[in-house]
């Protein structure tokens, strides 16, 4: 391994994230809500507390809490023999493993950053991703549901100036000579020195993406205080504790799966984590009854399949106490179906990387727990429904749900402009989610005001795609709609009005080409629906006028 001179960055990326103003981090600090400790610490602390208990299950593999903290001991020494330093941004783009857990909390032993990339994300927000942060390393694996991701970071490699090294959970494949690639098993080979925590608790802990409305996606920089508080007050939401054990179903990176309370709230009170490999409610039925699952997490769009499952699977589910479900809406009546038939208590929530976590309470009434989509965690989340002028509109009517607390950051990382439209001046962050607020305080989902759609939990920006599209030879404009679809929620339709002299029109398949070979985007952005449309309709204002779409779509 080498070790490479490194410029200190002039601007870190702490200094490009607006932080709370100082009298709100004070009284945070005050009432203890920030307990002003950092993730390095909180990994010791675990381990001296609760030892030779099991954290986490990956396979056949088993961590104890001592075990997680030596191996995130090891792990950091490897990434500093790399050169990585505190500050440093580290792409972190690993399916559901031991090994992603393990180099989050080396990179918090280093005081490094790590930047949660998605799973099916592909050259064009990985690429964005590490210019946007100067990302100095990226750890990835190997070939991950039929794509060879060494290729993908070979490619980011020789387009990220920043970018020094490739870091592989696998085997290095065709890149064994290319020395900018590093196997992950000799990570743990460079010694065990303990590591000065150097991090502050209102350092920036990690990096998190925004589904986005406009562009690329939006960094959203949590701090240990804030993150911390976050997972607390969803664990106590959720009642964990040392037996609760958790099944990581979606996919780790998710800030839902991560802290929401997650694999970061079980094992601030020692219970374990086991990870699913696989979405498929038959392998995540096995490991309920294996390892006596206590609680899960799942989306909307898994939710008919798991209740399929159950209608016939010989498992035995009864260890399961909670089955949370969100991050898109659940509908009334199939959350109805999750109470009837399943022994489980259902927990709706509606949560953001940005923020704000609701989630209903387990003692809630029925009919809340079906309909429902919770409240916020801490009574700190400061909550106004407002109507298009900012005003807060009577408790029961629909409005823009905007939130202000002690763990919903006052700004995107890099973003001034941006910011000034999705944060108020007294900053509220603007959610573009409709709402209705009942006297329990519960929140009820109605829409969206955001340009994006949610596909099956996925966020697609419409913009980003557009602007994509437009690239295209046979395209002269295009607008992304969200249709409603039985299976992901939400898929996407886009409108295209072809150039003229265009022999044939393009269809789904080429979309999905142009923008997954040629753009190199996530697959799941690819239009799901291709509708060919004579001329664009427009505002008054000679904008696209997406709600006539809309209509037309209703309309079909
Ligand atoms: P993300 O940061 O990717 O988790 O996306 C957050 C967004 O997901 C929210 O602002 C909502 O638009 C959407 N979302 C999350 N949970 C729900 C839910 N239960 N119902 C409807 N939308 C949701």
């Not at 100095?136 to 020094?164: C, K, M, Q, W």
């Not at 295209?496 to 799941?524: C, I, M």
């Amino acid at each position: 391994m080498t070790t490479s001179n490194l410029e200190t960055p002039t601007t870190s990326i702490r200094d490009r994230i607006p932080n709370w103003p100082a009298d709100y981090a004070e009284r945070y600090r005050e009432l203890g809500l920030w307990e002003g400790k950092t993730f390095g610490t909180r990994v010791d602390e675990w381990a001296a507390a609760y030892g030779d208990s099991t954290a986490i299950v990956d396979g056949e593999q088993r961590i104890s809490y001592r075990d997680l903290a030596n191996r995130a001991t090891l792990v950091a020494n490897g990434l500093r023999s790399l050169g990585i330093r505190a500050g440093d941004a580290v792409l972190l783009q690993l399916p559901n493993s031991a090994e992603f857990i393990v180099t989050w909390f080396a990179l918090q032993r280093l005081a490094a950053i790590p930047v949660h990339t998605q799973p099916g994300h592909r050259h064009a927000e990985v690429g964005h991703l590490a210019g946007a942060t100067g990302a100095v390393a990226y750890v990835t694996t190997g070939v991950f549901n039929r794509f060879d991701h060494r290729e993908l970071a070979r490619d980011i490699l020789d387009t990220s100036p920043s970018l020094r090294t490739v870091i592989v959970a696998g085997d290095l494949g065709d890149h064994g000579s290319d020395d900018r690639f590093v196997p992950y098993s000799t990570l743990s080979t460079a010694g065990d020195d303990p590591i000065e925590d150097v991090a502050k608790p209102s350092d920036i802990a990690l990096l998190l993406l925004s589904g986005g409305t406009t562009g690329m996606p939006k960094l959203i920089g949590r701090t240990h205080d804030d993150y911390q508080y976050n997972s607390r007050a969803a664990g106590e939401r959720s009642r964990l504790d040392k037996d609760s054990v958790y099944l990581a179903v979606l996919p780790i990176a998710f800030n839902y799966t991560w802290n929401c309370p997650g694999i970061l709230a079980t094992l601030r009170v020692g219970g374990k984590v086991v990870l699913a490999s696989h979405q498929d409610p038959a392998i995540c039925f096995e490991l309920i009854e294996r390892e006596r699952v206590t609680m899960t997490a799942i989306n909307p769009q898994l939710a008919p399949l798991w209740l399929d499952e159950r209608s016939w699977t010989s498992n035995d589910l009864s260890s399961l106490r909670i089955i949370e479900i969100g991050s898109a809406r659940l509908s009334d009546h199939e959350a109805r179906r999750i109470i009837d038939e399943f022994d489980a208590t259902l927990q709706q929530i509606l949560g953001m990387s940005e923020g704000l976590f609701c989630a209903t309470h387990l003692d809630d009434e029925p009919e809340l727990l079906a309909t429902t989509q919770g409240v916020p965690v801490s009574v700190y989340d400061e909550i106004r429904v407002v109507d298009t002028e900012g005003n807060e509109v009577p408790t029961g009517e629909v409005g823009e749900l905007t939130v202000r607390g002690p763990y919903t950051p006052r700004g995107y990382f890099d973003a001034e402009e941006h910011n000034r439209k999705s944060f108020t001046a007294d900053g509220f962050y603007c959610t573009g989610d409709l709402v209705r607020r009942l006297e329990s305080g519960h929140l009820i989902v109605s829409g969206r005001i955001k340009d994006q759609i949610n596909r099956g939990g996925e966020k697609i920006a419409a913009t980003e795609i557009e602007g994509a599209l437009l690239r295209h030879p046979k395209i002269r404009a295009v607008a992304l709609i969200g249709e409603p679809d039985e299976t992901l929620g939400e898929r996407s339709v886009a409108f295209v009005v072809v150039e003229s002299g265009t022999k044939s029109a393009p269809n789904r398949r080429d979309l999905a080409d142009f923008l997954g070979d040629e753009a190199g985007f996530a697959a799941y952005k690819a239009p799901d629906v291709v509708r060919i449309i004579d001329e664009m309709p427009l505002t008054p204002l000679g904008k696209m006028d997406k709600n006539a779409l809309r209509q037309q779509l209703a309309g079909a």
